[in-house]
């Protein structure tokens, strides 16, 4: 089956400017011409249009972008190892933040702070977090973070409650950026940053956040198998179980 770059620009929403950039980036494969000039579309394109479409929203297009151009390169195992390295990402940051939680509800149970709780400086507050002074200072300026000031000197300050919000803004900052995290960050923005509850709902909406990413890193990489086999890349071999394609 073939088709006109309208139809399947029209099939896939997308406009056919961007189908062409699709093809001039090498994200999908070139298109042949018919006998009228015209250039023609086939199931294999739409696979790729397909897995496009269904990676780029859990990996990224920049991720999506080079495991196809692996795959189109006959590296089957690289483009597998690039998603792969996405997925380990999403897994990591979804550790950080159930340890996260644990921690404030360590601390509400505690009573929260009190005026006798330390003060922190910038490099203290780095150190415990594991976020680069640098970061910290792009949050605050970019109204992120809300942060108090030392009255002797102007320092910035920072108490535990701070360092859960630095925390939450790290995991988001690994994640795939989208309409969700803006929105995210933006209540971060919004919320009393030293009120532990509402940094604690923060963190359940997050955590809701990537099981939603997981879930669809599963349908991208379902779409990404479905065109593996369609173009029967090198590497793939269906023969046998998978256990013993592993023993030597």
């Known amino acids: 089956m073939t088709c006109y770059p309208q139809k399947i620009a029209a099939k896939f929403m997308i406009s056919p400017s961007t189908l062409r950039n699709y093809e001039a980036k090498g994200l999908i494969p070139p298109a042949e011409r018919g006998v009228n000039g015209y250039r023609m579309f086939t199931e294999i394109h739409e696979a790729y249009l397909a897995c496009i479409q269904a990676m780029s929203p859990a990996f990224g297009m920049e991720v999506t972008t080079e495991a196809l151009h692996r795959l189109r390169e006959d590296k089957l195992h690289e483009a597998l190892w690039i998603v792969k390295e996405k997925e380990v990402s999403l897994y990591e940051g979804k550790g950080k933040l159930v340890q996260l939680v644990r921690e404030m509800e360590r601390y509400a149970s505690a009573n ?61 900052q690994s994640a795939v950026y989208s309409e969700t995290t803006v929105k995210l960050k933006q209540s971060i923005a919004a919320a009393e940053q030293t009120d532990i509850p509402q940094i604690q709902e923060l963190a359940a909406n997050i955590l809701a956040f990537l099981d939603k990413v997981n879930a669809s890193q599963i349908r991208g990489i379902a779409y990404l198998y479905r065109l593996i086999r369609m173009t029967k890349a090198e590497g793939l071999d269906e023969s046998q179980p998978w256990e013993e394609n592993l023993l030597p």
């Open 112 to 172: 929260g702070a009190s005026e006798a709780e330390e003060w922190l400086t910038i490099r203290e507050a780095a150190a415990r977090t594991g976020v680069p002074k640098s970061a910290i200072r792009y949050w605050e300026k970019a109204g992120l973070l809300a942060v108090q000031r030392d009255p002797a000197n102007e320092y910035r300050r920072y108490r535990t409650p701070h360092l859960f919000v630095i925390r939450l803004l790290q995991v988001l």
